[in-house]
């Protein structure tokens, strides 16, 4: 089967163009391709197949198997893959996911794509809509207790649930100790990422992000959007924002008129590769 290595902000996936391989057993192959000993090594596989509503469409899968509704840096890859692969040879094209239909704006030279914007839709913050497990209709900036400490969590959908927390510090946190107590609390009954945000300034965040499923990652799309929304829900920033991961900087605007996010960053080629499955 031929696959493609692509990243966003460091944000690795293997692709595979389900418009000329077929993909048997996805979630099971995902576990196969992601592990970094003994497969290819990724966050995840992301399926880029035909659409009857769209231009293609995501189907993303965690190195656990599990599937993912949305991928913030996956999807400006499937962009990047799309137009310079031929699929759909569009500065603006459109993406179906299980989260809906995004439209992707690219800005290309020579026939490369160099970025990608991505209109992310609008934030879901009802509990019931994230889903998260409370007595209030929205979670913001209220106490929880996790691991027997308190913090006080925000909460976001983007296609996926997510808890923001924000810290002094990002470095203090024990991600691995502290990530699996956020993700697999009851409180979120599919589980949940959760970031971990310093407040730089007005218009710059640090944040570190442990997914549901994959454990920290470099990035997270969808994370850096739902961040970028808890900043503006707790006065913590302008609705326009630089996010810095670990694998580099996405720009996230929450915007007021039509209540959509729109989030920017690169999409990078690794390798084209062959594997035997």
């Known amino acids: 089967m031929k696959f493609t290595k692509m990243h966003g902000t460091g944000n690795d996936y293997i692709y595979i163009n389900c418009f000329k391989e077929k993909v048997q057993n996805a979630p099971e192959l995902s576990k196969k391709l992601s592990d970094r000993h003994f497969g290819i090594g990724g966050d995840g596989i992301i399926l880029i197949e035909p659409s009857e509503k769209a231009d293609c469409r995501m189907d993303m899968y965690n190195a656990d198997g599990s599937r993912g509704k949305m991928c913030g840096n ?11 692969r031929g699929i759909a040879k569009k500065n ?5 996911t299980l989260s809906g239909i995004k439209t992707l704006s690219l800005e290309t030279e020579n026939g490369k794509v160099l970025s990608v914007e991505v209109n992310m839709g609008k934030p879901v913050l009802t509990a019931g809509g994230i889903p998260a497990v409370s007595a209030e209709n929205e979670i913001i900036n209220k106490p929880a207790v996790f691991g027997g400490r308190k913090y006080n969590i925000t909460c976001v959908s983007m296609g996926n649930p997510h808890c923001v927390v924000f810290t002094d510090n990002t470095e203090d946190i024990d991600i691995e100790r502290t990530g699996p107590l956020f993700e697999n609390d009851g409180m979120f009954p599919e589980r949940v990422n959760t970031e971990f945000v310093q407040v730089i300034d007005n218009e710059n965040v640090k944040m570190r992000v ?3 499923g994959s454990g920290e990652t470099l990035a997270c799309g969808t994370g850096a959007c739902a961040c970028a929304v808890a900043c503006v829900l707790n006065k913590k920033t302008s609705g326009r924002v630089k ?10 605007r929450w915007d007021e008129k039509s209540g959509d996010v729109f989030m920017r960053g690169p999409a990078e080629f690794v390798f084209d590769g062959n594997v035997e499955i």
């Open 210 to 212: 442990w997914e549901r």
């Open 92 to 96: 603006v094209m459109t993406v179906e």
């Open 74 to 84: 996956g999807i400006r890859c499937v962009g990047k893959y799309a137009y310079e």
């Open 243 to 252: 996010v810095h991961l670990r694998g580099g900087v996405l720009d996230v």
